[in-house]
């Protein structure tokens, strides 16, 4: 193993977890304002957020197939099929946004309502589900842009454009929220608004770098061409493995909903803290994906292996690292949400658990990114179904509601739903590199 492969890791992967982490920071610091106006406004953006995720998890598909073939053709030398992907791409995510933004519309008080929210809020929710999810095109193009980019190797560009992008966001949500001089705020709305603005905002920025870029897209490079087969067959296991996900979250999530308001609240913002832990795990997925891609198009097998091997061991060396810090301070970071004791201790109760799932997430996550990368985006959909449908939610259902543990029953069905999830994407790589070896 060369020093040259643990740069490249390193340099993939540390602008990836940066711009990981200011994403998530966006939506912790609108928990954080959210929650200064009570439980219910965290619930209604909360279960607001997990369908939205939804719509999230087909546009990441389709940056998964897109970084894919795109990183694949840049390792063949042939930048033709990588402009045809990238456009192929940017097509698919904007007329799957615009259909998915007409639901929200026409159906969003019915999705709403099925996940048990009370009339308050599910009046709150409606307020942000409606312009969030009914302008979802922009999250789509943002998702999809900054795919096409980091394959092209350029993991720096998407996070400088997070940095801007997010700082927006913020200024403009503490605006419209508190409200500023006779400016009395907006609450819910005004968290709504802005995060549509910074999305605007986003996608113009992103487009305007893939057009500085070697992927500058030219009027006759804006058509279908004959790649559209190969990325709908990679993006088609990848959209059912988020979607098998996201819905399996709606299922376990409307279940926490049933045990108490305050237990959900509990788990949003346990989640919410969690969130900054594992974000260097996703940044070693991106860099696994991208150079692994790359080495198939340049057929080099071995680099696959060895990038897919050390990617893991230094996800696993980082999360296990910060999952002390949940086990030993997830208290205490509560505070930070919420002054009710009894969701502190909630909280609680669940980043203990949590520390010691961190390993086996960065696992999963990290082997999920380096099969995709290899193009084999149906093992990833199998360990999800096992993992989510097959103990999650039955786990969520039998320790949170049936034998009364709440939020420890919830979150002990998370880990053992990811450890199963580590072993079985763990035998597979390995098979499969063996195999190309």
Not at 191 to 220: D, N, P
Request: net charge positive.
């Amino acid at each position: 193993m060369t020093n040259t492969l643990h740069k490249s890791i390193l340099n993939l992967a540390i602008p990836a977890t940066i711009e990981n982490i200011l994403q998530t920071l966006v939506g912790f610091i609108d928990t954080l304002m959210i929650a200064k106006l009570g439980l219910t406004a965290v619930t209604a953006v909360g279960v607001s957020n997990t369908i939205l995720n939804v719509y999230l998890a087909v546009y990441i598909a389709i940056g998964v197939g897109s970084s894919a073939l795109v990183s694949r053709n840049i390792g063949a030398k042939n930048s033709k099929a990588a402009k045809s992907v990238a456009v192929q791409s940017i097509y698919l995510g904007l007329i799957v946004s615009l259909v998915l933004g007409l639901v929200a519309v026409l159906f969003g008080h019915y999705l709403l309502l099925w996940m048990g929210l009370d009339a308050t809020e599910l009046a709150a929710a409606k307020t942000y589900f409606y312009l969030v999810g009914g302008l979802t095109c922009f999250n789509s193009l943002m998702t999809v842009l900054a795919s096409i980019i980091r394959a092209t190797g350029d993991t720096k560009s998407p996070m400088t454009i997070s940095a801007i992008t997010n700082v927006t966001n913020v200024c403009v949500d503490y605006v419209l929220i508190f409200g500023i001089g006779s400016f009395a705020g907006l609450g819910i709305l005004g968290t709504a608004i802005g995060t549509v603005i910074a999305r605007i905002f986003g996608t113009v920025l992103l487009f305007k770098k893939l057009q500085s870029s070697a992927l500058a897209l030219k009027r006759e490079d804006l058509r279908f061409g004959s790649r559209d087969k190969e990325l709908i067959f990679l993006t088609i296991p990848a959209t059912a493995e988020r979607l098998v996900m996201r819905l399996g979250q709606v299922v376990y999530m409307s279940l926490i909903v049933a045990i108490s308001s305050k237990t959900y609240a509990s788990h949003n913002i346990a989640g919410s803290i969690e969130s900054f832990v594992y974000m260097p795990a996703y940044g070693l997925a991106t860099a696994a994906a991208v150079l692994i891609g790359m080495a198939k198009g340049e057929k080099d097998y071995h680099k696959i292996r060895q990038v897919g091997f050390w990617s893991t061991l230094y996800g696993v060396v980082i999360l296990g690292f910060f999952g002390l810090f949940l086990f030993f301070g997830g208290a205490y970071f509560a505070t930070f949400f919420t002054s009710d004791s009894s969701a502190i201790a909630q909280v609680g109760i669940a980043l203990k658990i949590d520390g010691f799932i961190q390993p086996v997430l960065a696992i999963s996550l990290i082997l999920a990114g380096a099969l995709q990368g290899m193009g084999d985006t149906k093992t990833p959909l199998y360990s999800t179904i096992i993992g989510m449908w097959g103990i999650r939610v039955v786990g969520v259902f039998l320790l949170g509601q049936y034998l009364g543990l709440g939020i420890a029953g919830v979150w002990l069905s998370i880990l053992i739903d990811l450890a199963i999830r580590a072993i079985f994407l763990s035998y597979r790589f390995n098979k499969v590199t063996k195999i190309l070896a």
